[in-house]
């Protein structure tokens, strides 16, 4: 336990410390992450907050694990410093999808190949047990990569991808505790530390954004969490035995990687273009169409995770087709329930150094509408802005 609580605090106080002074050092060097037509926050935000949490992290289970414990760290932390190399590129100057992909590949070659952690049964899922190892090494790829772009994609909204891993490291490092697995509880509880530091900057209004650099991090942890826990925890030898392991895994996991998983299949047979290709049809995205604020989104969201991990648990001794069909129905609803309400999205326009309000001709059934003052005054003839807003007039005068 002493272990646990040292890992947690060295990782809070790092990433803590460290955070102001990479806003700053972001700000003064304009290594900013700027808006789009795509993005949702509107002025430029440091986007190397994963600096930090790396260096929390990494420093905490450096110093927390204990040496006989030690048993692949290394070569845990050999990948994710190829992530973090990879995800600090991305942040600064921006990577092709292929290059991003190589990395995370790389990443999985030591985790997987080098580490020797690989899924190697399907616990009976489909009357499969023990895998060959080319279709174990197929499967535990895929896996490994799913759940580090889960994290990635889902890093759309404020504080969301850093409590999501909050959720998932916090579950896994309880279990490993219990399960008398030091080095995987460590890095749970290290991984907590870290995030919930950067979670003081990043809720809204965000100072800071953890960036690529961050959440490949949350997403590689993750994956290693989660492949450890499907292998022991079910295992008959276990000392803390859990009925349908895989599935439990998965519900732990259960927001990121489903909506991972649906964007991919859009993307791919839907648009027929690439599956990394961005878009704004992540659940988050859908959730801000209906009208929900950056705080909604995330609480909304992490709540769901919550009752999702809750409800596997709850029904793990019904095996696992049922908590697969569960969740698969589960995740169908509530997104097809999210995009029925969704409201049209309108772009974004704005014109600056605007005298006077513009003739604009409006569309079909819309409304046009010049902004007064609270007095019910008109504006003065001065630098203005027209924009679109998302639900009402079309066009608008805005005193800046």
């Known amino acids: 336990m002493d272990n646990l609580i040292t890992g947690f605090l060295i990782a809070f106080f790092v990433t803590y410390v460290a955070m102001p002074v990479i806003i700053r050092i972001a700000s003064v060097k304009k290594l900013m992450d700027v808006p789009d ?47 973090f190399l990879v995800g600090l590129k991305d942040d600064v100057v921006v990577i092709t999808p292929l290059k991003k992909f190589l990395g995370q590949l790389a990443a999985a070659a030591i985790v997987i ?6 899924l190697v049964s399907l616990h009976g899922i489909f009357g499969i047990t023990e ?17 580090v772009n889960a994290f990635n994609l889902i890093d759309g909204v404020d504080g969301l991808a850093g409590t999501l891993g909050v959720v998932s ?4 490092g309880v ?21 919930s530091a950067f979670l003081v900057f990043n809720y809204t209004p965000a100072k800071i954004f953890m960036g690529d650099t ?4 949350v997403g590689l942890v993750n994956a290693i969490l989660v492949l450890h826990f499907i292998r022991v925890a079910d295992a008959p030898q276990a000392l803390v035995p859990v009925t349908s392991a895989p599935m439990i895994g998965v519900a732990i996991l259960a927001v990121p990687l489903f909506d991972t998983l649906r964007v991919f299949t859009i993307r791919i047979f839907l648009h027929r273009r690439s599956p990394f290709s961005p878009d704004r049809n992540h659940i988050h995205h859908l959730l801000l169409d209906c009208g929900f604020s950056h705080p909604a989104v995330t609480s909304t969201l992490v709540i769901y995770n919550l009752v999702l991990i ?21 995740s169908l609803s509530f997104s097809g329930l999210v995009a029925f309400f969704r409201q049209p999205r309108r772009p974004f326009v704005v014109m600056k150094n605007v005298g006077t309000p513009l003739p604009v001709p409006p569309a079909d059934g819309a409304v046009v509408e010049t902004v007064q003052r609270k ?15 998302s639900m009402h007039p079309i066009f608008s005068i805005e005193e800046e």
């Open 175 to 195: 279990y490993f505790y219990f399960a008398k697995e030091p080095l995987y509880a460590i890095m749970g509880l290290s991984l907590v530390g870290a995030l």
């Open 131 to 147: 895998l060959p190892y080319v279709v174990s090494l197929i499967l535990s790829y895929f896996a490994f990569i799913l759940v």
């Open 375 to 389: 007095n019910g005054s008109p504006l003065p003839q001065k630098a203005g802005a027209v924009k679109a807003p």
């Open 310 to 330: 809750a409800g596997a648990f709850a029904l793990r001794d019904e095996g696992n087709y049922v908590l697969l069909t569960g969740l698969v129905v589960t």
């Open 37 to 83: 037509n795509r993005k949702i926050h509107k002025a430029p935000i440091p986007s190397l907050g994963g600096f930090g949490v790396f260096a929390g992290f990494l420093l905490a289970v450096l110093l927390a694990v204990p040496f006989k414990a030690s048993a692949g760290l290394q070569y845990y932390a050999a990948a994710g410093f190829i992530l």
């Open 113 to 118: 190949n080098v580490a020797g952690l690989r």
């Open 169 to 172: 490291a916090l579950v896994f």
């Open 214 to 217: 961050g959440s490949m991090l």
